[in-house]
């Protein structure tokens, strides 16, 4: 059965970092893509960033280039987003998604944890 659980959220000052997890099981991390997606109060959910199968390339909104980061541990079928720089704009509740394909796409998720909020207030 395959699960994907997010975790590392929380309440962050503008400026600061934090560092989500995705927590993947009932497949092997490595041979698949995972997504990041986010989804601010009163706004339609927006991509963040994709990491491709075996560590592959790697996408990013336009929004957060440059700021966040994508990894994956495949050891601990883990992948993780990095947050630096964030800004009030950044609250949302995040997301990670899988569409079990070896490519990035930003559509047609089939697999979605439950979410993680970040809030960016001072």
């Known amino acids: 059965q395959v699960q994907l659980v997010e975790s590392g959220g929380g309440l962050v000052q503008p400026g600061g970092s934090l560092r989500l997890s995705c927590a993947a099981s009932g497949f092997t991390l490595n041979y698949y893509a995972i997504n990041w997606f986010r989804q601010a109060p009163g706004k339609e959910r927006e991509g963040v960033s994709c990491?491709?199968?075996?560590?592959?390339?790697?996408y990013y909104a336009e929004s957060v280039k440059g700021r966040f980061t994508i990894s994956r541990d495949n050891a601990k079928n883990t992948v993780y987003l990095q947050m630096n720089s964030l800004n009030v704009e950044d609250t949302a509740v995040y997301y990670c998604a899988t569409a079990l394909r070896a490519y990035c796409a930003m559509s047609g998720m089939d697999y979605w944890g439950k979410g993680t909020l970040v809030t960016v207030s001072s």
């Open positions: 990491i491709s199968s075996r560590d592959g390339p790697r």
